[in-house]
């Protein structure tokens, strides 16, 4: 049966992983509504454009295994065209085209406008930028630069997104501005690592110089801080969180290990002294700064001993999130070369030790929050509540404040002030004051 051309069916772009990857989505979908196509994000269409990660190994089998169930539609006849982008495809795609054939063409990440060819669109670049916001409209990630320099040996992410390349300033000003005037109110800035941010563009870490721009943004009422770096973190940045209202005192900064040898081994930069002294440093100059972070157990030759000293400094540390996770054996990194000798079921056993520690540090520091006001912005209704988040949380990975929703209207992207009236692990409930 002939098909008919791509300009005249419904386009599904389907995102997985993390958000840079919802970002290239958004990108995407902009550039094919350009085109005057028809375009969903994440329900049923003619054609599929599977967005995939390449990061971990669960990572990878989420994203096998949505090539294959749309590639099993194709082939029932529910779905016309597979294509495939990003991070997987990148990394894998002689493998994949010879694995799975039946994709019409996989592209890498850097491929933009040869898979709107191959969708019958055109790259416009008059729109370098601009995105359809798939988030929910009050906030949305702000991607300040693609790629990292970073050497670390357990990371597969620069053979999948190249080197670091910042986004000039005067651009992700104008993106926000844009943003602000679809009715985003919280910006999240999003890179590989935001510490490198202006090294490769203005030969200096100008994160700072970045934010005191965005923070001119009419509209724009809360920026947040995602991944950033700990070696080499610009200290220029603690000081405008302390003095500038609209940024959050929040920021996640992935540590991954305490142990000296585990950290030298896994190429970070620092040590056990070095990063406990950023770590003093962050509270001394913002003292109301929530920090998240997120740990790897099970790495090639981490200890009995090395594990405990880990448990021992979250303890000590007492994160106010945090993320953990089991070390994935990726070819072509260095520490592919080391033995990966620890078993899944002892990594698990190390994850959930680590998070139970963690779940109680998260109990107790919600507890003293018991009595107190909060600002905090409504992201939707869910049953019996509306579920808002402090300025210390950020959408989908950490605390929630719960309001009843009885005789109460509450707009989503809208702030109000709220008193914590009851808490649990990960949850706050609270009144409107």
Known sequence: MRTKSIGKKKINIITLGCSK????SEVLINQLKANNKEVVHEQKGDVVVINTCGF?????????????????????GFIEKVFVTGCLSERYKPDLEKEIPNVDQYFGTRELPLLL???????????????????????AYLKIAEGCDRPCSFCAIPLMRGKHISTPIEKLVKEAQALAKGGTKELILIAQDLTYYGLDLYKKRALADLLKE????????????????????????????????????????????????????????????????LLNEFRTIV?????????????PGETKENFEELKEWVKEQRFDRLGCFTYSHEENTTAY???????????????????????????????????????????????????????????????????????LYL?????????????EDFDLYGELV
Not at 370 to 388: H, L
Not at 411 to 423: C, H, L, R
């Open 117 to 139: 060819k191959a969708l019958g669109a055109d790259y416009k670049h008059e729109l370098v930028g601009e995105r359809l916001v798939t988030t929910p409209r009050h906030y």
């Open 56 to 76: 971990i190994d669960n990572a990878k089998e989420e994203s096998i295994n949505t090539i294959l169930e749309c590639v099993e539609k194709k082939e029932q």
């Open 214 to 277: 965005l923070v001119k943004v009419d509209g724009i009422e809360w920026i947040r801080l995602h991944y950033a770096f700990p070696t080499g973190f610009p200290h220029d940045v603690l000081e405008l969180m302390k003095d500038e209202t609209k940024i959050c005192n929040y920021l996640d900064i992935p540590l991954q290990h305490i142990s000296d040898s585990i950290l030298a081994s896994m190429k970070r930069g620092t040590n056990k002294e070095k990063t406990n002294r």
């Open 337 to 407: 070369q080391l033995d990966d000798s620890i078993s899944d079921k002892e990594k698990m056993e190390r994850v959930n030790q680590i998070m139970e520690i963690q779940s109680q540090i998260s109990w107790e520091l919600n507890q003293e929050k018991i009595g107190k006001n909060f600002k905090c912005i409504i992201d939707r209704k869910e049953g019996e509540y509306f579920v808002g988040r402090t300025e210390y949380d950020s959408p989908d990975v950490d605390n929630e404040v719960l309001i009843t929703a009885k005789d």
């Open 287 to 299: 003292p109301d700064m929530a920090i998240r972070t997120t740990l790897i157990v099970g790495y």
């Open 21 to 24: 990857n919802v970002y290239d």
């Open 411 to 423: 707009s989503p992207g809208s702030f109000v002030n709220v008193k914590i009236t009851k808490a």
